[in-house]
């Protein structure tokens, strides 16, 4: 079974904070992307990565950046935590287009509060 | 544009019956590929349903199935014989094949279902 895991499940940071989410997949997927989550909003992409040291900004990066060093791990960094920040945070992974339906594996979430 | 729509925020249905979630969609490309996601309140993301733009038959998975039409750009799905553990948000999800690996995610719709 595909495994997507994140580093925290419940997060509290005060302002200013700079922020590590941590996303780690099993599965050798090339692709891996991170959401944010706020209710009536559905899902919006903040960046997502192809492959490893590449990645491509999606609908809401601004406060955000990520790092990929290695394939099976994609982290997203706040540089300095705002109150606005405060969502769930929703990594997933998925293998290249084309490869089957290739759907998006999701990890458990993380619920960051910003204070 | 919204590249996917889910225009029922929330839906009620009673047990034992069936219902359907609407999903529209936007793109030129003429590869894609449709899928459906579960919510429960514990959050994590849980894949249903997949539909190719290929795919000649409607998808069907145990007591879900896809009503895929192609022409009218709509992929609602379809819940047979409700049961209260599918009281979860769900959500319709497209990839364009030919533009990258970016996952598109509609509102979300929240069903409730009533014993």
């Known amino acids: 079974d595909v495994k997507v895991t994140q580093s925290s499940r419940y997060l509290v940071k005060r302002t200013g904070e700079k922020v590590f989410l941590e996303c780690v997949q099993d599965?050798?997927?090339?692709?891996m992307f991170w959401y944010r989550q706020d209710p009536g909003l559905g899902l919006r992409l903040i960046y997502f990565?192809?492959?490893?040291?590449?990645?491509e900004k999606g609908d809401i990066p601004e406060g955000y950046s990520v790092s990929r060093e290695k394939k099976e791990r994609f982290s997203l960094i706040l540089e300095s935590a705002s109150t606005n920040q405060t969502s769930m945070y929703l990594c997933?992974?998925?293998?290249?287009?084309?490869?089957?339906?290739?759907?998006?594996?999701f990890g458990p979430g993380t619920r960051l509060t910003v204070t | 544009a919204q590249k996917i729509t889910q225009t029922q925020p929330g839906m009620f249905v009673q047990e034992k019956e069936a219902v359907t979630l609407d999903c529209t969609y936007d793109?030129?490309?003429?590869?894609?590929?449709l899928f459906w996601y579960k919510q429960p309140s514990s959050g994590e993301m849980i894949f249903l349903i997949y539909?190719?733009?290929?795919?000649?038959q409607n998808a069907t998975e145990g007591r879900y199935s896809l009503n895929f039409q192609k022409a009218r750009k709509s992929a609602n799905l379809v819940i047979s014989a409700s049961q209260l553990g599918d009281s979860a948000m769900y959500f319709c999800?497209?990839?364009?094949?030919?533009?990258?690996?970016?996952?598109?995610f509609g509102t979300g719709t929240s069903l409730t279902v009533i014993p």
């Open positions: 997933a992974s998925s293998p290249t287009a084309g490869q089957g339906k290739s759907e998006q594996y």
């Open positions: 599965m050798d997927h090339e692709n």
């Open positions: 990565s192809y492959d490893v040291k590449m990645k």
């Open positions: 793109t030129s490309d003429p590869s894609y590929g």
């Open positions: 539909q190719g733009s290929y795919d000649q």
């Open positions: 999800a497209m990839r364009e094949d030919n533009t990258g690996n970016q996952f598109y």
